[in-house]
């Protein structure tokens, strides 16, 4: 009975040796020509609150903590930046059209007010103490992304900001 034990960890211990040298590829992109700042003013403020909270997940730029290299852990990060991206992606913001631009920061207001964004699984453990947003934190992004529909609403005809529906 030992000896099946000693067996299974041995294989466990080796695979998870061999899962090291299988990566994904690093979000590291620097690539800034339709980032959401070559459009729209961001308050520092706001920045720096959505550099430290969002970007990881939802740009071309993620800052990888230092357990970030260990497998499978940098699968499971990963597929969090890649479904984040999916969602929004703040790097390609301006490519979309106008009205997908619109409906995203309406998505920002409601995500940010309901608590679903940041994700908790970002700040569990005190990990990543930038993105546990406070009250006062959460409304200034909200704000901003309110100004923002604004100032599109005052920028282009109210048709060109509502997404049409798919057939």
């Known amino acids: 009975m ?6 299974l960890l041995i294989i466990i211990l080796a695979a998870l040796v061999l899962i090291q040298f299988f990566r994904p590829e690093k979000n590291e992109g620097s690539d800034t020509e339709y980032a959401l700042s070559t459009k729209y003013k961001i308050p520092g403020s706001v920045n720096e609150i959505m550099t430290g909270a969002c970007y990881d997940c939802h740009s071309n730029k993620t800052n ?19 479904d984040g991206k999916r969602h929004l992606n703040f790097s390609d913001f301006t490519r979309m059209p106008i009205a997908r631009q619109n409906h995203k920061f309406e998505e920002i207001i409601e995500t940010v007010e309901e608590g679903e964004m ?14 546990d947003l406070t009250e006062p934190q959460r409304t200034e992004i909200i704000n901003w992304a309110k100004w923002q529909m ?18």
Do not use: F, N
């Open 150 to 167: 604004a100032d599109l609403k005052k920028q282009y005809p109210p048709d060109s900001l509502v997404m049409k529906r798919r057939q």
């Open 2 to 7: 030992k000896s099946k034990t000693s067996l």
């Open 64 to 82: 990888y903590p230092w357990y970030a290299g260990i497998q499978p852990v940098a699968w499971w990060l990963d597929s969090h930046i890649q």
């Open 118 to 131: 940041p994700l908790p699984s970002y700040t569990w453990l005190g990990m990543h103490p930038e993105a």
